[in-house]
């Protein structure tokens, strides 16, 4: 990354007032153990703690600059200190200034909602290559800037700005032409500013149900949030892409009217109950391998069979054609080919077989409205009894508690609960706020609350037999479970298999 003088960079931040040098910016951090020689320290003020407390420690370890919301300490010095009215929307600013404006040459799609953005973003990403489109991608999942598919190694979404910018900087260098952007609400969020200075072409709103709501406080200001990222199409974009601005959203979603009145550009519906949508798709008939369904746009209407299963997956796919099929500007029933083709995302409806006599099945449900569309299905394909094993995150949506364990509780034979993210809260008494909504249960049969994730796992596949369905929930693809000491490695696909072959 080429280095730029510090006075350079606070052009993007003309309020600015400075003391000290004008040091050359070879990095971009905001946590102070990532400072280096040449850093620009942003000493953000967060949940947990203020990173002005870590001001010093970012100097010690070579900063050579610090930007912060209140004045220098009296003992400050050995590099150039900035102080700014938000720290976060100047950062916002300055990482897209650092890296050249990247998002200002790229065709970006941001695609947001409570459920199903990871998937919608990877078939986005899956129909463009298909297309002969080279295109990056930055989802909950799985980053793309060069030319492998990688593991996010954040435990956010949406990342802070900085990474967002060099990532989209790494996807221009890298020679492509779109990139596919999850964006959440947090990163969609004024209080944030993760993605104010990203230049979104196109906005996909999957859906919005009850999620977050310790952050945003109101589904009214989550869903607010969430169409910050089709308000923001309004603004003038570079004439270099040559791409016109546009929406897509659900029309069968609740959120729709609102979305519709927000967005000051062309919007595209999709929905497979709303018979005025632009593109539907009725018919459907799935099963636990994929789902059969008859695809009708302005053009016709085509028969399709996805490998993926449930409706759910047919409104995210109906998502990525719709954007898709707007960006390339052809037909969606052109695209059924690469439709049937898509390949669904790791830890999302993934089938884990050792040869055991009942189906084991991963997914990162972890909301209300996902699990309202996962446990119908698999209660309807399922001859035996559906087992779930799931948490729910700790200091998070605590409202949203007892609502899993209800919709839970209606389709599974045996509920047990175990640690998702228990951060800082006590698992056991977290795990009885979802147990609170599933009164009508018997404890110690059909409802058991065993904290240590591997021996739920263990104890839902001693329980279970030929027919049943296993399902282990909220976890997915992440790569921790984090408890109050901190991240500890998990994967539950791999441990799902262990504990399989472990009972053979």
């Not at 998002?103 to 199903?116: H, M």
């Not at 087992?387 to 509780?409: H, L, N, T, Y």
């Not at 640690?419 to 977290?430: F, T």
């Amino acid at each position: 990354m080429k280095e730029k003088l510090l006075s350079e960079l606070l052009r993007a931040a003309p309020e600015a007032v400075v003391q000290g040098g004008d040091p050359p910016i070879r990095d971009l951090v905001y946590d102070s153990r990532q400072a280096r020689r040449g850093s620009l320290f942003f000493a953000l003020e967060g949940v947990h703690t203020d990173g002005e407390k870590y001001i010093s420690d970012a100097v010690a370890a070579g900063a050579a600059a610090v930007l912060a919301r209140r004045e220098a300490p009296p003992s400050f010095d050995g590099a150039a200190y900035v102080r700014v009215p938000d720290p976060r929307a100047a950062m916002s600013r300055i990482s897209a200034a650092m890296f050249d404006h990247p998002a200002s040459r790229l065709k970006i799609v941001g695609v947001t909602g409570t459920d199903g953005k990871s998937s919608t973003a990877y078939f986005i990403h899956q129909l463009l290559e298909a297309a002969g489109k080279k295109s990056g991608l930055l989802s909950t999942v799985s980053f793309l800037s060069a030319d492998t598919l990688e593991k996010n190694p954040y435990r956010q979404s949406t990342p802070e700005a900085p990474i967002i910018h060099r990532a989209l900087r790494e996807m221009l260098d890298n020679g492509k032409e779109y990139a596919v952007v999850e964006a959440t609400s947090h990163g969609l969020s004024d209080r944030t500013m993760r993605l104010r200075d990203v230049d979104f072409d196109a906005a996909v709103l999957t859906n919005v149900t009850h999620e977050h709501l310790e952050f945003h406080g109101t589904w009214e200001n989550y869903l607010s949030d969430k169409t910050n990222l089709f308000r923001r199409l309004s603004i003038p974009r570079s004439a270099i892409k040559g791409c016109p601005a546009f929406g897509v959203a659900n029309a069968d979603d609740r959120s729709w009217d609102f979305v519709r009145r927000e967005t000051p550009v062309p919007l595209v519906s999709y929905a497979v109950l709303a018979p005025e949508a632009d593109l539907r798709a009725t018919d459907l008939r799935p099963d636990m391998t994929g789902t059969d369904f008859l695809l009708h746009d302005g053009k016709g209407r085509a028969p399709v069979r996805i490998g993926l299963p449930g409706a759910f997956n047919v409104e995210n796919v109906l998502a990525a054609a719709a954007a898709v099929g707007r960006l390339l500007g052809v037909s969606a029933v052109d695209l059924v080919p690469a439709l049937e083709a898509l390949r669904g995302v790791r830890g999302r409806m993934s089938l884990v077989d050792r040869g055991q006599p009942f189906t084991v099945l991963v997914d990162y449900a972890h909301t209300p409205g996902s699990f309202a569309r996962l446990f119908p299905m698999v209660r309807q394909y399922t001859p035996g009894k559906v087992i779930a094993v799931f948490g729910s995150g700790g200091e998070r949506d605590r409202e949203k508690r007892p609502i899993q364990g209800e919709i839970a509780a209606r389709y599974s034979g045996l509920v047990i609960l175990a640690d998702e993210d228990p951060r800082g809260e006590d698992p056991r008494a977290l795990l009885e706020e979802i147990a609170a909504g599933c009164p009508g249960l018997r404890r110690g049969e059909e409802l058991l609350i065993i904290p240590d994730r591997r021996e739920a796992i263990r104890e839902a596949y001693r329980r279970a037999r030929p027919g049943d369905t296993v399902l282990l929930l909220g976890k997915g693809h992440e790569a921790s479970i984090i408890g109050r000491d901190g991240p500890v490695p998990w994967d539950e696909i791999r441990v799902a298999a262990e504990i399989l072959e472990e009972t053979e």
